[in-house]
């Protein structure tokens, strides 16, 4: 059975700083690409970021340069380290995987940038 769970967010003034993190079980974690989506009120899901198995990034034009993600496959975990947030970045983040059985999501969290 294959677990995605996500954990961090919260609330943050605009120009802080948060971190998501990610742990997915049931699946051959590193063989796969590893990726964040967020959903604000109203819009589309929207592809934020991801990650391949050997480490390669890729990021949407809306967060080049302030959002870094990682992954440890040791752990079976990635990250989303989010810098220089707007309030535009407020949405629920999702974390997700797909192999060749299914396509998989976390539960999301919320991220809020608000003064």
């Known amino acids: 059975q294959v677990q995605v769970v996500e954990s961090g967010g919260g609330l943050m003034q605009p120009g802080g700083s948060l971190r998501l993190s990610c742990v997915a079980s049931?699946?051959?974690?590193?063989?796969?690409?590893m990726n964040w989506y967020r959903q604000a009120p109203g819009k589309q899901r929207e592809l934020v970021a991801s990650?391949?198995?050997?480490?390669?990034?890729n990021y949407a034009d809306s967060v080049k340069g302030r959002f870094t993600i990682s992954r440890d496959n040791t752990k079976n975990a990635v990250s989303l380290q989010m810098n220089s947030l707007k309030p535009e970045d407020t949405a629920v983040y999702y974390c997700?995987?797909?192999?060749?059985?299914?396509?998989?999501w976390g539960q999301g969290t919320q991220v809020t940038v608000s003064s």
């Open positions: 997700n995987t797909r192999d060749g059985t299914g396509e998989y």
């Open positions: 990650i391949g198995g050997g480490g390669k990034p």
């Open positions: 049931g699946v051959n974690f590193n063989l796969y690409v």
